[in-house]
T-cell receptor
Framework: AQRVTQPEKLLSVFKGAPVELKCNYSYSGSPELFWYVQYSRQRLQLLLRHISRESIKGFTADLNKGETSFHLKKPFAQEEDSAMYYCALSTSGSRLTFGEGTQLTVNP | DADVTQTPRNRITKTGKRIMLECSQTKGHDRMYWYRQDPGLGLRLIYYSFDVKDINKGEISDGYSVSRQAQAKFSLSLESAIPNQTALYFC???????????FGDGTRLSIL
């Protein structure tokens, strides 16, 4: 069975500091991984997906199959990055399995 | 952006009542999903549908049922609501497995 783990429920950093949100997964097949973000009073929305290998709002995430991880990183956090972040795994059955979420707070 | 619309936005009801949450979309996507969000548990899949004739159970389908009335409409029902079904419920759509899921604003359901 597939599983996604985000070990940090809360993460607090100062503006300008680097930030890394951890995501580990377990799945025996070929994974498709996503990061979704939910800003205050907004809808849950896609931030990035590993197949695109793109950087969105300064965030990047690299799939490490050896460590079964898909950590989200940003070199310089901004206050507007404060939000709830969810890592999600799509499997061959086309279902998304979400992690528990990490609430990121960027302090001024 | 009202591509995925959920009604109602908030609902308070009593134990034992039947409740229907509705979702409609204008994105033209075949795939639709219902999730519930609980603090500390993330989003968990209740039911999903890949087209009008295809309905599948998710990881927590007990106590829930769904109806896919048309490509654009996917309803979630609680036949006899119980307090531990108090949660935030989200509908989502997608074009394919590799594409993003697009979420509605959610329905906050409280069962007393």
């Amino acid at each position: 069975a597939q599983r996604v783990t985000q070990p940090e429920k809360l993460l607090s950093v100062f503006k300008g500091a680097p930030v890394e949100l951890k995501c580990n997964y377990s799945y025996s097949g070929s994974p498709e991984l996503f990061w979704y973000v939910q800003y205050s009073r907004q809808r849950l929305q896609l931030l990035l997906r590993h197949i695109s290998r793109e950087s969105i709002k300064g965030f990047t995430a690299d799939l490490n199959k050896g460590e079964t991880s898909f950590h989200l990183k940003k070199p310089f956090a901004q206050e507007e990055d404060s939000a709830m972040y969810y890592c999600a795994l799509s499997t061959s059955g086309s279902r998304l399995t979400f992690g528990e979420g990490t609430q990121l707070t960027v302090n001024p | 952006d009202a591509d995925v619309t959920q009604t109602p936005r908030n609902r308070i009801t009593k134990t034992g009542k039947r409740i229907m949450l509705e979702c409609s979309q204008t994105k033209g996507h075949d795939r639709m999903y219902w999730y519930r969000q609980d603090p500390g548990l993330g989003l968990r899949l209740i039911y999903y549908s890949f087209d009008v004739k295809d309905i599948n159970k998710g990881e927590i389908s007990d106590g829930y049922s769904v109806s896919r009335q048309a490509q654009a409409k996917f309803s979630l029902s609680l036949e006899s609501a119980i307090p531990n079904q108090t949660a935030l419920y989200f509908c989502a759509t997608s074009a394919s497995r590799w594409e993003a899921q697009h979420f509605g604003d959610g329905t906050r359901l409280s069962i007393l």
